[in-house]
């Protein structure tokens, strides 16, 4: 017989009990919750600091068109916009001879200890033999990047000029055009949690785990200059203003016109922006449909014609722009010929490798591992752990094929707004990732080095980064349905912890050839 003294003890607690963890639980999130903008303020500024010291670790110029880009602000600094592909003007080739580094792509017999000094360190004998022999390979260089839209080129070259105000010369100057690059990323982790806090407003996860998530997001785009770098705050904005718009019937004029221009801008960067067009000509029709079927389409009309206007009659006006002084209404037809690429017939499109699995997967795995860290090499060696990008492609494929599931299987349990913006957010991306692999199909890219005939995929993530937003949301979503599912959902916090801690870690490993070069910021000082 069980001594009756032992039956009536008490049984102690166990540790980790389900009460004692769902307390903690809630806890965390009434911490956060009480602190959120304090909170997001700390993610915005630890954001920025990271782009900041990234970007003063990489020199210039990159394996991404940066030389192409740069030429671009000066000729917009002094007021042209070219008519024609054109060469490099003496003002950007002079820049870009004094602070060019050859460790991005190499050279025959360059190896990372033999690396010759930068220019300004150079005898004036050296320097002088160095003009010499590069001015007239620049002078007869072509810019394929002359005829390309003109907002980000326009922008750049104002704060291009007050750079100049501001005294700043040789490499401080050109470090002053990536500069911007912080507090633009700032403002997308700061839209970011904006976005998520108006349509995902029960989620807590989503609210503070999308901006931790951009906080660490290895993309090298912003390490550069670059015209794709106002993509992905300028889209966010755009979709933000066009979702509210569509849930709310008491949106003044201005609010409209604001997100017209909003659209406007973001198609005038760049033409892999244009699904933003699509999205705006989506929402537009469901908000009429939705007017129509209230009897408010009348006072809704005006609004939506001056979205509509203020969104597509400045892109109108560049393509017909486009058109009567190149001929061509997109202005790509000179790039084209100059990259050396040809249209296939109808017929041969069919046969590109895209349309296989093998092909796909390729596509779909490159694709995924540029939009997570980027395209920078060094010494022609990808700038990436293959590990990381291992991870990056699984979980992207894993989490948003569960994420996409569960938007249709339980659509019932989420609002309207939740519905809509998770719909939107996925067209937007999978027209994204469709846009390249159509553009893809379209050309033979004989003697080109990227696209190439033995790769012929459009794989940089960064044309589609205007997407960030709604793909870190379904990655989440993703990531805390399979948690949930397997039992960890109360460790999602930890693990998504442990995510942010190997992204950066690993880029900042990768990342140490940069930061030991003799032609970065840290060595100009």
């Known amino acids: ?76 600094s002094h007021g042209h916009i070219p008519k024609n592909l054109e060469h490099y003007t003496r003002e950007s080739s002079d820049r870009i001879i004094w ?7 190499g050279a025959p017999g360059l190896t990372p200890r033999n690396v010759p000094p930068p220019l300004w360190r150079s005898t004036k004998e050296d320097k002088a033999r160095t003009y010499e022999g590069c001015l007239p390979y620049m002078k007869m260089k072509t810019n ?30 050109l470090y002053w055009l990536k500069i911007i690059d912080v507090p633009i990323y700032a403002l997308l982790v700061w839209v970011s949690h904006l976005f998520v806090k108006r ?38 904005l755009s979709l933000y ?3 509210v718009i569509y849930f709310s019937e008491s949106k003044s004029y201005a609010y409209h016109l604001l997100t017209g221009l909003a659209v406007a801008a ?27 079927k209230s009897g408010n389409l009348r006072a809704e009309a005006p609004k939506l014609a001056v979205l509509c206007l203020v969104a597509v009659v400045p892109i109108a006006l560049w393509l017909a722009r486009n058109h009567f002084v190149l001929g061509d209404i997109t202005g790509n037809a000179a790039k084209v010929t100059r990259l050396h690429w040809t249209y296939k017939p109808f017929a041969a499109i069919w046969s590109h490798p895209v349309f296989t699995a093998a092909g796909f997967s390729y596509f779909w795995a490159e694709l995924m591992k540029t939009f997570w860290r980027g395209e920078f090499v060094w010494f022609e060696v990808p700038v990436a752990s293959p590990g990381m990008d291992n991870l990056y492609v699984w979980s992207s494929s894993a989490f948003l094929i569960v994420s996409v599931i569960a938007l249709w299987v339980s659509r019932k349990k989420h609002s309207a707004e939740e519905r809509v913006a998770g719909a939107m957010g996925l067209c937007l991306f999978a027209v994204s990732v469709g846009m390249l692999a159509f553009l893809s199909t379209l050309f033979d890219f004989d003697g080109c ?42 460790a999602r916090w930890a693990l998504l912890a442990l995510l942010v801690v190997a992204v950066l870690l690993s880029e900042i490993e990768v990342s140490q050839c940069a930061f ?8 100009m000082f």
């Not at 903690?24 to 954001?47: D, T």
Request: net charge positive; proline share 5%.
């Open 199 to 236: 349509f995902y407003a029960r989620d807590v996860f989503l609210r503070f785990g999308v901006p931790l998530l951009l906080v660490v997001f290895p993309q090298d785009l912003f390490y550069s200059i670059n015209s794709d770098v106002f993509t992905p705050l300028l889209f966010s």
């Open 1 to 76: 017989m069980p001594d009756p003294e032992i039956r009536k003890r008490p049984r102690k607690k166990r540790k980790g009990s389900k009460k004692e963890l769902d307390q903690v639980e809630v806890k965390r999130v009434s911490f956060l919750e009480q602190h959120e903008r304090r909170v997001i303020i700390i993610l915005c500024i630890l954001a920025g600091l990271r782009v900041l010291l990234f970007n003063a670790g990489f020199p210039f110029f990159n394996n991404v068109d940066e030389g192409a880009h740069f030429d671009m602000i000066c000729r917009y």
């Open 516 to 523: 030991h070069s003799q032609y970065n910021w840290y060595r």
């Open 449 to 490: 080095r990227y696209p190439s005939r033995l790769h012929p995929f459009f794989t940089s993530g960064r044309l589609m980064f205007g997407a960030i937003v709604p793909f870190a949301i379904l990655y989440l979503r993703g990531f805390d349905i399979i948690l949930s599912r397997i039992g960890l959902a109360r």
């Open 266 to 292: 973001t198609s005038l960067v760049k033409f892999s922006n244009m699904p933003v067009l699509l999205v705006l000509g989506i929402l537009v029709a469901m908000r009429a449909w939705k007017g129509w």
């Open 144 to 173: 394929h990047e002359s005829t390309q839209l003109p907002l980000y080129y326009a922008v750049m070259a104002l704060w291009f000029k007050l750079g100049k105000l501001l005294t700043l010369n040789g490499g401080h100057l």
């Open 99 to 105: 602070s060019f580094t050859m460790e991005y792509l």
């Open 241 to 243: 203003g066009l979702l």
